[in-house]
């Protein structure tokens, strides 16, 4: 669930429009006193499995809603999808994947936005031999988004949690080890 001013999206990843688990992500706005459905939202390549709606964000009239079992990249690799707002309507921009992304690597599972920066967390990335994690840091210039970085950490599951603000990003990794077994930590990046 995220909020931006007037509007919430909430993710629905178990929901079945495109088959068992393909997902859904619902979208509520305020007007006065009164919340009321604006949209569903779903993959346009949405298949069952794919858990669309496990994360969402939304900044200004971008959402980024995240699919982290998508298969775009080999088995449960993950995707993000980008839908912007034009005047009461959310429309499809443009599908989110790691560029070097694997199977299993949850791409998508954690998402942020903030103005043109979106990040995605890829929990289970495999780094040098261990399901370290990562997260992937896109733009979006020029009316395309474009991959700018790849942040990772020594720890376990990094990207597990995501967040930004300004040119500063938080990323968990609930699996570190440092302070005693998945005892956990957070990475803060200044991009």
Known sequence: ?????????????????????????????RSGEKWTHQAKLL??????????????AIYEDTM???????????????SAHVFARSEEEWRYQAKLLAPD????????????????????????????GYDRGSAHVLVHSGGEWSHQAKLLAPNGAFGWNIAIYGDTIVAGAPRDDDNGIDSGSVHVFVV
Do not use: L, Q
């Not at 001013?5 to 997902?23: C, F, L, R, T």
């Not at 298949?47 to 969402?56: E, I, M, T, W």
């Not at 980024?64 to 993950?78: I, K």
């Not at 949850?106 to 929990?123: C, H, K, L, M, N």
């Open 101 to 128: 992304g694997s199977a299993y690597e949850y791409f998508g599972y954690s998402v942020a936005i903030y103005e043109d920066t979106i990040v995605v967390g890829a929990p289970w990335d495999y780094v040098n």
């Open 64 to 78: 980024v809603v995240g699919a982290y079992r998508d298969d775009g990249n080999g088995d449960e690799s993950g």
């Open 43 to 56: 993959a346009p390549d949405g298949a069952a499995g794919d858990n669309f709606g496990k994360s969402v």
């Open 1 to 29: 669930t995220a909020i931006y001013e007037n509007a919430i999206v909430v993710g629905a990843p178990w929901d079945y429009n495109n088959g068992d688990e393909s997902g859904s992500a619902y979208v509520f706005v």
